[in-house]
């Protein structure tokens, strides 16, 4: 009884501590104050984040691979119970972004159906903000967002232009995050613009580390994966090894996380261009969680390109992938 009426105590004294550090920042640091009253929640309710039984069960899904060799969830149609997790994560009232790229042709093809159908389905239900990277502000279509929903844009800078689009894109990020971004949001995706949503995109999604599972690959032989195969590059994988092949369009977790790939893939691009080898975004990314276990890994139904033949593996498509 001693012990448990000590973990109180301290419990208390936190919480009180927590109480106090947000009266003080509430005027001059909001951002910081918004962190501060999410941990003063978790302390204040005992609220804990729900054991991985309570809201996932592969054995829902015995045709397909579940869990990874590591013990990480896949998330398929019928694996996943999200009410179980609505209900943790609506208590702790977090902030989600979504970053999307949309420069010259692809910002006046793709853009608008992209934010409206996000805007349907991305996070239904929580606070939204809509990161968009652009060389044209002027491209961007006005939209009525819904209720918890905003956007910001981020203009990518004029000095980069002659850079590939991706590497331009992922350096801003990397500022974005560096400076803005860690303290706007409590998870962070990116993703390609070139993709509709069609069902709801939700929270069991989220994690420290999300992947996506591509498509295509999901369903060949893994020694026939498109990894990068030359010895001298810096997303070099060797045959024989290798867990999936993950697809360039959608990456997530906490903004620190995202932050740790940009960085890693900025490196290896770069070491890349020295030794005069050109690499893809996506050989780096392969390569990055290969060495990086997710701790979330997203099925194909989670991008589906519907251009192929759908297997019945593939129950509920959630966003369509539009090469």
Not at 213 to 233: G, I, K, Q
């Amino acid at each position: 009884m001693g012990h448990m009426e000590g973990m109180n105590c301290k419990r208390e004294m936190l919480s009180l501590i927590l109480l106090a550090l947000l009266l003080v920042l509430s005027k001059y640091h909001p951002r910081i104050k918004d962190h501060l009253q999410k941990m003063y929640v978790c302390w204040n309710d005992h609220l804990e984040e729900p054991q991985l039984s309570a809201w996932f069960n592969p054995k829902k899904r015995p045709d397909v691979i579940a869990t990874t060799g590591w013990l990480t969830p896949v998330i398929w149609e019928g694996t996943y119970n999200r009410q179980v997790l609505d209900k943790y994560y609506k208590r702790l009232n977090i902030t989600v972004g979504l970053a999307v790229l949309a420069t010259g042709n692809f910002t006046r093809q793709y853009l608008r159906h992209f934010l409206k159908s996000a805007d349907k389905y991305f996070m239904v239900g929580y606070n939204v903000i809509f990161y968009i990277s652009t060389d044209n502000t002027y491209d961007i279509p006005y939209i009525e967002l819904g209720p918890l929903r905003s956007f910001k844009t981020l203009r990518l800078p004029d000095e980069d232009c002659n850079q590939d689009h991706t590497f331009r894109n992922m350096k801003n990020m990397r500022n974005k995050i560096i400076q803005d971004i860690q303290y706007e949001v409590n998870f962070l995706f990116t993703m390609a613009v070139n993709q509709i949503f069609k069902k709801d995109f939700g929270v069991e999604t989220l994690g420290k580390s999300v992947a996506q599972l591509h498509s295509w690959w999901y369903f060949r032989n893994p020694r026939d994966f498109p990894y990068e195969r030359r010895v001298t590059s810096a997303a070099f994988i060797p045959f024989g090894e290798g867990d999936f092949y993950y697809h360039g369009a959608i990456i997530g977790g906490t903004p620190n996380n995202v932050l740790a790939f940009i960085k890693e893939y900025l490196k290896g691009i770069t070491d890349d261009r020295t030794n005069k080898l050109d690499s893809t975004y996506e050989s780096h990314l392969n390569k990055y969680f290969l060495i990086n276990k997710p701790t979330r890994v997203l099925s194909p139904e989670y991008n589906w390109n519907p251009k192929l033949k759908t297997p019945p593996q593939i129950k509920r498509i959630k966003i369509a992938w539009r090469p």
